[in-house]
């Protein structure tokens, strides 16, 4: 019914900086909230930054200064903009969006695929 792809991830060394994008496509009214999230190899998924329908942003303190959340609702599209990437930041990276889904008005969570990013030292 709905579909989330996300793109950009890549390697890139340290300082240097990547912009995620991910698409929703499908059956949709209209979508609430976006987010991005991230799991490192061992470590448990976990938030990076979210964005309300209203522009409203949440970070993580991990990327605080560093990152931007933004999203464009005509495109149903969300974006992270990441500057000043460090080793740390390496992870394989996830989009999830909170969908009311058409034509039943059901809100349900959807998660993409993953795009890895490597930042190298």
């Known amino acids: 019914q709905v579909q989330l792809v996300e793109s950009g991830g890549g390697l890139v060394q340290t300082g240097e900086s990547l912009r995620l994008s991910c698409a929703a496509s499908?059956?949709?009214?209209?979508?609430?909230?976006m987010g991005w999230y991230r799991q490192a190899p061992g470590k448990q998924r976990e938030l990076v930054a979210a964005?309300?329908?209203?522009?409203?942003?949440n970070y993580a303190d991990s990327g605080k200064g560093r990152f931007t959340v933004s999203r464009d609702n005509a495109k149903n599209t969300v974006y992270l903009q990441m500057n000043s990437l460090k080793p740390e930041d390496t992870a394989v990276y996830y989009c999830?969006?909170?969908?009311?889904?058409?034509?039943?008005?059901?809100?349900?969570?959807?998660w993409g695929q993953g795009t890895q990013v490597t930042v190298s030292s």
């Open positions: 499908g059956s949709i009214f209209s979508i609430n909230t």
């Open positions: 964005i309300t329908n209203g522009g409203r942003t």
């Open positions: 999830k969006a909170n969908v009311v889904v058409a034509p039943t008005a059901v809100i349900s969570e959807y």
